[in-house]
């Protein structure tokens, strides 16, 4: 055999060898994706569909071009990369549905969105409906009012009106209050943060009840964000979880990879601080709230827990 002959060979059995170990593992991939109703369904597809909100600042909402911007936002562009390279599908497609409270479950379930990367709290009793990814954030259920009002707390609202958004925790909260402590509330229900703002806008409810953080969000969008405060006591604690359809443990890991990654990188951190302590759009305010303990806990310990 000649010496160029003998090149040739231990080339192409160089090459043969490469082939013959990403072959096992190109087969696994295809596997994993086959195995994932969600992941073969965008893989066919060539698109995935990411349920989003309109007005939940600073996790999920329109900037002045109508593109969808905040903390999960951010969140979800990571997962849709992770996404493209579980699935071998660079030039993925995504498609942005938004969802409300009321809705946004439905849509999981009947497979108009695959996932939805909005402001969740992550439920036992929504854990029998939906799957939800590793907690990506911890809020405080409060109540917003203008500068000044009486209502400084929960026990301040008796025989008063109160706002808040329809098919959420804090809903429910309301009417558990109403029922075992008397409270004499009026709950009004609304079908997004912007119009149960306007209701507290118009005078027509004495407070907004919802998570702390969607509260400061709320106020950014008033001529005047400093005639609002945020007040009272929390009543629950909300772990915010990225939604998606039951039993579908490929694409969940997928999912959970890219988040989890986030945290052990220490990039969550930067993507806070970018979101919840600097200013962002539309009005360039900053949040100014630092980590609380849940939080720190959720991003040292990566989990899907329910709260309750």
Request: charged share 20%; proline share 5%.
């Amino acid at each position: 055999m000649t010496p160029s002959a003998i090149r040739a060979a231990v080339v192409l059995a160089a090459a043969s060898g490469a082939m013959s170990v990403a072959a096992p593992a190109l087969a696994a991939d295809a596997a994993a994706v086959a195995a994932s109703p969600t992941l073969s369904k965008i893989k066919q597809a060539g698109a995935i569909s990411i349920g989003h909100r309109t007005s939940s600042i600073p996790f999920s909402y329109y900037d002045s071009n109508q593109k969808v911007v905040g903390f999960a936002q951010d969140i979800c562009d990571r997962v849709v990369e992770a996404v493209k390279k579980e699935t071998g599908t660079p030039n993925l497609q995504v498609r942005m549905v938004p969802v409300t409270s009321q809705n946004r479950m439905s849509l999981v379930q009947n497979g108009t969105v695959d996932i939805e990367c909005g402001v969740t709290t992550n439920l036992k009793a929504r854990q029998q409906q939906v799957s939800f990814s590793t907690t990506y954030f911890v809020a405080g259920t409060r109540l917003l009012v203008k500068k000044g009002s009486p209502v400084r707390d929960f026990a301040d609202l008796s025989g008063k009106s109160v706002v808040t958004n329809a098919g959420t925790t804090s809903e429910r909260i309301l009417r558990k209050l109403n029922d075992e402590k008397g409270a004499n509330m009026t709950i009004q229900s609304a079908k997004d943060y912007g119009e149960s703002f306007l209701i507290l806008q118009s005078g027509r409810a004495a407070a907004f009840m919802m998570d702390d953080v969607l509260l400061s969000g709320a106020r950014t969008l008033s001529p005047r964000p400093d005639d609002w405060a945020v007040v009272g006591t929390p009543q629950s604690f909300e772990a915010y979880g990225f939604m998606m359809r039951r039993d579908d443990p490929g694409f969940k890991q997928v999912v959970d990879g890219a988040m989890t990654g986030l945290m052990r990188s220490g990039e969550i951190n930067t993507l806070y601080t970018k979101w919840l302590q600097k200013p962002v759009p539309p009005k360039n305010l900053s949040f100014d709230l630092p980590q609380n303990e849940q939080i720190k806990k959720a991003y040292a310990s990566p989990s899907d827990e329910a709260f309750e």
